[in-house]
């Protein structure tokens, strides 16, 4: 069952005060269909996150189509209203990445529990879910009603990653989850995409260490950089 | 809520020119642009403090459904303003009565509705000032007595009183101390995860604007430039205006 | 013959009640309109008078324009029949009128009063006209008259009613000793004069009119015979009169009529009550005399006449 089908999608920033437009990836196109665990793979700076992002709406597509299977029918994910893609978000599509934003005075569990709670579920459940996610991913008990904002970076990886995945999706985005993870957490993070996938969970992922998930590669979308002018280095011109 | 068409001139400045938008059950609408830019006096419109030049105002109400708010009579429109909207203004001294309690301040909201048991209102103000976070102990200070990240938690509670829909916020955190201002934050995105309610808030700070909104409107000189979700508008801005506006920040 | 002196009235150098015709029209039609809008403040061109501002015009207007040879006048200050100020108006008025003068508050069709109403409980025909320092009830609220007017059209009370709760909040009581606002025919709120609050239950469905009249802030207010009046009050904290139940009047031993209290030289204290016409005919009563004492509002027990329109505190 296909879920999300991508067809000549393209991505370039147009920087204005500088008029200059930086091309990052075009005409890409493929199919990913639930519970198939696509890997994304090309050189550094070639534009895998920006996939990514394209395909969450963090970043505005500039040409193509991401038709999106959704629970409520079909949807063009590169048109689609705000407010629909607010709702997909929330209930359909996740996105992980290395970066957790804590919030001050918001424990640990709160932050996981939340996409729970805000779902609608008792807090009663919702905690003790988040502590069965916590527990997965190695984050110490008596942690869990500190705030992140005080933890070091891999024990703020593991709560991000605890609410990245305690509520089902249809369809993940993981943006280098393992960065800064110690090896028992990449394993047990590795057994709970494992878990998701066999659930019919379809992923996109990129991984620095891509031996971790090579069990549950199905296929391969090569981004290679795209022939429109890329002048200068990519860092020195988009934040 | 909808918004369509609003035009505010003020003279010859037209202070909001053309500005259409609309916000979701639930959602924090973000409203960023530099001094100048109408922000604030689209907030007073939907406020219904100020008439209009031209537009019209729709909010998603029993009693007002489909009806333009600007058409109404002014009872009508303070009835609105009174039961279904709720304001938190930058500087504390417009919203609160300094020298009378902070109790005082919440409980007038239901004595405007005709409330007249003691007993209620207590109640009542207690867990307004609550659900915003305010030490109880101190609910009989008065606003004037109390720092600035208190004074607007007052406000809050002033605003919610009689639980409106919809929740307007002007730079609320602007001016307080750094650490005031997350604790300030972190209280509005409890309360619309708690209660539901609708908030459009005006900021000229990007990082507040990134931790609460869900979508957002960049504004200039009284116009609208871009809206989008709020990630999408920050991290891939299109239009020049808010690429600098992004990009200038320290 | 027929002259012009027999056809003209004789001529004099006053108008009837010292005031011009123009002038009593004019109250008498603001009376009127103030009788028909209970509670609500009916601007007046004050006129100027022997007295200055602050000494009772407002009152003194109202009653010239009220007052005809067959009128019965009383004038008090503070219950006192025979202070300075309530002598000087009540001969100036009969002066002006020629009307009878009395210091029985049953036998008087026109009461002018500061501060103060009589024990007895007046009647149908009877009309009390009270001097008013300041008419505006929401004057501590709203600075700006414009506003306090404003809130009166809309009957915008909230801030009104916000006093009081910061008054239970910080005292634990309601703070005003007289002047205690109150609501007329369920719609304007009033300041009644600064009358203790002893008093202010008596404009409740009274079977006599009362006029109040500020001079100086020129503009009057009435509560009609039989109209609604209820002091602001939250339901579970209700207004109350003073507490004066242990004191009895130092002349005749009466309780549970207002009293004031007077200092003795050795540092104690003796109470009397304000109400001089009463108690003067409760002495001649005792005297031996036959003097028809009216029932008061208050009995000796402190009941008040309408039952169950004050309410006793629970506890404190």
């Known amino acids: 069952m296909p879920l999300l089908e991508v067809s000549h999608l393209s991505k370039h920033f147009t920087i204005h005060h500088l008029d200059r437009e930086i091309g990052v990836f075009e005409d890409l196109t493929f199919t990913l269909d639930e519970g198939q665990f696509m890997l994304v793979v090309g050189p550094n700076g070639a534009g895998k996150s920006t996939l990514l992002r394209c395909l969450y709406r963090t970043y505005l597509p500039t040409g193509g189509q991401a038709i999106y299977h959704a629970r409520q029918g079909a949807i063009d994910l590169v048109t689609a209203a705000d407010i629909d893609i607010s709702y997909l978000r929330t209930a359909e599509i996740g996105f992980v990445t290395q970066f957790l934003r804590p919030r001050p005075r918001v424990s640990a569990l709160e932050l996981v529990a939340e996409p729970l709670t805000d779902a609608g579920e008792a807090w009663a459940a919702a905690s003790a879910r988040a502590g069965e996610m916590l527990t997965l991913f190695n984050l110490k008990p008596d942690l869990w009603q500190a705030y992140p904002t005080t933890f070091s970076g891999g024990e703020q990886q593991k709560v991000n990653l605890a609410r990245a995945l305690i509520h089902p999706r249809r369809l993940l985005l993981l943006d280098e989850p393992t960065a800064s993870l110690d090896v028992p957490t990449r394993t047990a993070l590795v057994a709970r995409l494992a878990e998701l996938k066999a659930q019919g969970v379809a992923m996109i992922g990129i991984f620095h260490h891509a031996e971790d998930v090579n069990a549950l590669v199905d296929a391969h979308i ?18 | 809520m909808q918004v369509r068409d609003l035009y505010r001139r003020y003279g010859r400045v037209e202070a909001v020119s053309g500005v259409s938008l609309e916000a979701y059950p639930g959602e924090i609408l973000g409203i960023v642009g530099e ?7 689209v907030l007073r419109l939907l406020n219904l403090e100020e008439p209009t030049d031209g537009g019209t105002y729709t909010l998603d109400l029993p009693d007002y459904a489909g009806q333009d708010l600007f058409a109404l009579d ?19 001294h417009l919203g609160l009565r300094m020298r009378y309690t902070s109790s005082g301040n919440v409980a007038e909201r239901l004595l405007i509705t005709g409330e007249r048991t003691f007993a209620t209102l207590r109640e009542a103000a207690r867990d307004s000032l609550a659900a915003s976070e305010f030490p109880l102990d101190r609910m009989d200070d008065q606003p004037g007595k109390l720092s600035g990240g208190m004074q607007q938690r007052v406000q809050l509670a002033k605003a919610i009183a009689l639980k409106p829909r919809l929740l307007l916020l002007d730079e609320p955190t602007t001016g307080l101390d750094v650490s005031v201002q997350a604790l300030v934050l972190d209280t509005l995105k409890r309360l619309q995860r708690e209660r539901q309610i609708t908030m459009i808030m005006v900021s000229h700070d990007l990082g507040v604007i990134r931790m609460l909104a869900d979508r957002v409107i960049v504004m200039r000189n009284g116009k609208i430039v871009e809206s ?9 801005p299109q239009d020049a205006y808010t ?8 | 013959m027929t002259t012009l002196s027999t056809l003209a009235a004789a001529r004099q150098d006053f108008a009837y009640g010292f005031l ?3 002038a009593k029209r004019e109250l008498r039609r603001r009376t009127l309109k103030a009788i028909a809008i209970p509670g609500y403040q009916v601007p007046y061109a004050s006129r100027e008078l022997p007295i200055a501002r602050g000494w009772g015009t407002g009152g003194l207007q109202v009653t010239l324009s009220l007052v005809g040879p067959e009128s019965v006048v009383k004038v008090i200050d503070q219950g006192a029949d025979d202070s300075v100020n309530a002598v000087n108006l009540r001969r100036f008025i009969a002066n002006m009128s020629g009307a009878q003068t009395t210091t029985d508050a049953t036998r008087a069709t026109l009461i002018q009063s500061r501060h103060r109403i009589p024990e007895e409980i007046l009647s149908e025909g009877q009309a009390l006209v009270l001097q008013v320092p300041d008419p505006e009830p929401l004057r501590g609220v709203a600075r700006d008259t414009s506003l306090a007017l404003q809130m009166h059209a809309d009957a915008d009370y909230g801030q009104l009613w916000l006093t009081l709760y910061e008054q239970l909040v910080r005292y634990k009581q309601y703070v005003e000793g007289a002047s205690y606002p109150s609501l007329v025919n369920g719609r304007y709120v009033i300041s009644p004069s600064p009358i203790p609050r002893w008093d202010t239950p008596k404009l409740h469905q009274a079977a006599h009119l009362t006029l109040l009249s500020a001079g100086r802030e020129k ?7 039989y109209t609604d009046v209820y002091p602001l009050e939250f339901t579970d904290q209700p207004f109350q009169v003073e507490n004066q139940r242990a004191w009895s009047d ?23 009550i304000s109400d001089t016409g009463y108690t003067e005919k409760l002495k001649r009563l005792a005297q031996g005399e036959a003097v028809g004492v009216g029932p008061t509002y208050f009995d000796d027990q402190g009941n008040f006449y309408h039952a169950g329109y004050l309410k006793r505190a629970a506890s404190r």
Do not use: C, W
């Open chain 1, 222 to 239: 090569p981004i290679v950089a795209a022939s429109l002018e890329l002048t200068g280095d990519m860092a020195d011109v988009v934040e």
């Open chain 2, 35 to 41: 001094s100048g830019s109408g922000k604030s006096t």
């Open chain 2, 74 to 92: 002014r009872f009508a429109q303070r009835d609105v303003r009174t039961f279904h909207i709720g304001i938190v203004y930058q500087n504390p």
């Open chain 2, 228 to 236: 989008g979700l709020t990630d999408q508008v920050l991290e891939d």
């Open chain 2, 243 to 250: 690429q600098q506006l992004v990009h200038a920040k320290l």
């Open chain 3, 20 to 22: 011009d015709s123009a």
């Open chain 3, 219 to 225: 503009r009057l207010y009435a509560v009609p015979p």
């Open chain 3, 250 to 272: 130092s002349l005749t031993g009466v309780r549970n009529k207002y009293m004031t209290e007077i200092p003795n030289p050795d540092g104690s204290a003796r109470h009397e």
